[in-house]
């Protein structure tokens, strides 16, 4: 992995604070009359006011000009077909689907992180706040002088192809493949490509924040560790007369604006509302050291609970390397009729419960009840396999979106992209009867 050019704070969800200029933050207060270097104070707030204070999000920015300072929006032309924040129109399905991977841009298009936003399945309204949406993107142009929020919820980005150089209101993020960010709803960020054309997955989560799943009888560690969890550490542009566009997707749709200067102007922050990233290859595994497949909410990163004890709106899970040892047992994912929705990608390597088709960049979607499992040549291979202790999933991640939610499919995701595997049923179509009356 190339070296991360930027230095970060540690701690999920941690009240950080954080100066580009020494002293620039307020002492004692958060609005004083008249702040250090003649800087305006702005509250960003991810909850509302009243919110339990264990579950209170919000941050306080102090910048050169307040947000505010902008021209009227206006609807922008690009990307307005590809994305949806209401699925009550998109299609249903309870077959089994899967994608190719999906295209990164053709040399002779200019595509940069906005206007390559494609939405792929959702479920509810960015409206109501209740649901969520699971995007595509993929760019080869660099957001050059153009800036970024998302009104409807946040992104839990997953790159899969090229490195992100992300600048945001609080600071700069490098996110390599095999790592995740996540910018919550109102932050204002650019997004440029060190490596050229980048391809990954977006799970947009419309009401509650992510947080980390509860460990329970785990104990105290394990899972995502909130030590790993970083964010980045105050940067700033004092940047005039510069035209800047800022795009803002606000239910489902774009608009832009003109200003005339850098909106990466907060010179220091602090507060428990801001853009973090996560190394995937420092999840702590949890497994069967017995017998037995365990669920796979063992996997589970970053969860977006309900308002139902133990049921997610989204959940964020990975299947990393790690030893498989259990006895007497078929160690593969088992087959599966689930009353959770069920998005699965691919970022390296092969997954384990397919071969061949399920391909790095793809993905594949088994909706609620819809039925999945492996494929007939994994089967047989792992109902014979000689049961040693064996590493699984070595230079291989995958990962899975799952809902709570029955997810409807776009007409770009179903239909106009022309990734889906019109055979993919065939996957199991082999698996025939072993049954025999003769106990065995």
């Given at each position: 992995m190339t070296a991360d050019p930027y230095q970060y704070l540690e701690g999920f969800h941690n009240h950080h604070t954080s100066e580009a200029l020494p002293?620039?933050?307020?002492?004692?207060?958060?609005?004083?009359?008249?702040?250090?270097?003649?800087?305006?104070?702005?509250?960003?707030s991810?909850?509302?006011?009243?919110?339990?204070?264990?579950?209170?999000?919000?941050?306080?920015?102090?910048?050169?000009?307040?947000s505010v300072v902008h021209e009227p929006f206006s609807p922008l032309e690009a990307g307005n077909d590809t994305l949806l924040a209401n699925f009550a129109n998109a299609h249903i399905t309870p077959n089994q689907l899967r994608w190719d991977p999906f295209d990164l841009p053709q040399d002779s298009e200019e595509v940069d992180f906005v206007t390559g936003l494609r939405t792929v399945a959702g479920a509810g309204d960015a409206a109501t706040r209740n649901g969520l949406a699971i995007h595509i993107y993929h760019a080869n142009q660099n957001m050059n002088k153009r800036a970024f929020y998302n009104a409807d919820g946040d992104f839990l980005?997953?790159?899969?192809?090229?490195?992100?150089d992300i600048t945001t209101e609080f600071g700069k993020i490098m996110v390599h493949p095999n790592e995740i960010c996540v910018?919550?709803?109102?932050?204002?960020y650019s997004v440029d490509l060190p490596d050229g054309p980048v391809r990954g997955y977006i799970l947009e989560v419309f009401g509650a924040h992510y947080e980390l799943p509860d460990l329970?009888?785990?104990?105290?560690?394990?899972?995502?560790?909130?030590?790993?969890?970083?964010?980045?550490?105050?940067?700033?542009?004092?940047?005039?007369?510069?035209?800047?566009?800022?795009?803002?997707?606000?239910?489902?749709?774009?608009?832009?604006?003109?200003q005339n200067h850098s909106p990466f102007d907060v010179v220091a922050w602090h507060g428990n509302y801001a853009p973090y990233k996560y190394d995937l290859a420092k999840f702590c595994v949890i497994n069967s050291v017995s017998y037995d497949?365990?669920?796979?909410?063992?996997?589970?990163?970053?969860?977006?609970?309900?308002?139902?004890?133990?049921?997610a709106v989204a959940d964020f899970v990975i299947f990393p390397p790690r030893w498989a040892v259990q006895?007497?047992?078929?160690?593969?994912p088992y087959f599966h009729r689930n009353c959770m929705s069920e998005f699965m990608g691919l970022i390296l390597g092969d997954y384990e419960g397919k071969t061949g088709g399920f391909q790095p960049g793809g993905a594949s979607l088994h909706n609620i009840m819809t039925p999945h499992g492996p494929d007939a040549a994994v089967f047989q291979k792992a109902s014979t396999v000689e049961l040693k202790p064996v590493r699984v999933a070595d230079g291989t991640?995958?990962?899975?979106?799952?809902?709570?939610?029955?997810?409807?499919?776009?007409?770009?995701?179903?239909?106009?992209c022309n990734k889906v595997q019109p055979d993919y049923w065939k996957s199991w179509k082999a698996l025939d009867s072993q049954f025999s009356a003769t106990q065995i």
């Open positions: 002293d620039s933050l307020p002492k004692g207060q958060n609005t004083p009359q008249k702040c250090p270097y003649n800087l305006y104070t702005e509250q960003l991810g909850t509302a006011f009243t919110v339990p204070r264990t579950h209170n999000q919000r941050s306080w920015l102090y910048r050169i000009r307040p980005i997953v790159p899969q192809h090229g490195r992100l910018i919550q709803r109102g932050i204002r329970g009888p785990i104990g105290a560690n394990g899972l995502a560790n909130p030590r790993d969890f970083v964010t980045p550490q105050a940067y700033y542009e004092d940047a005039n007369n510069e035209e800047w566009q800022m795009v803002t997707k606000f239910l489902g749709k774009l608009f832009v604006a003109k497949h365990i669920d796979p909410s063992i996997f589970t990163v970053l969860t977006c609970k309900s308002d139902t004890a133990g049921v006895e007497n047992t078929f160690r593969p991640q995958a990962f899975m979106f799952e809902t709570s939610l029955t997810l409807s499919v776009t007409e770009w995701g179903l239909v106009k």
